[in-house]
């Protein structure tokens, strides 16, 4: 995996989104500490999501409805 100055990443971001799009992750950093990675989208950069989410929304539609009714303000209440 391929590591680049954020300044570096500023300066080269057309080329690096390049070579995301070809397959390649890329950590950035700030003064040597890595801070962030430029992955490619999709099944291969976030294993698992896809199976949890069906797993999840799977568990939700076989509980029973619990009957409460909220108001769209206490929903959405600090």
């Known amino acids: 995996m391929r590591r680049v100055s954020a300044a570096d990443a500023n300066r080269q971001f057309s080329q690096i989104l390049r070579h995301v799009k070809g397959g390649e992750s890329i950590v950035v950093t700030s003064r040597g500490e890595p801070v962030a990675m430029i992955s490619p989208v999709g ?3 976030r294993p698992g999501q896809d199976s949890a989410k069906a797993a999840l929304l799977t568990r939700l539609h076989a509980q029973a409805p619990v009957g409460a009714k909220w108001t769209r303000d206490e ?4």
């Open 43 to 45: 099944d291969a950069a």
């Open 75 to 78: 929903l959405y209440e600090g």
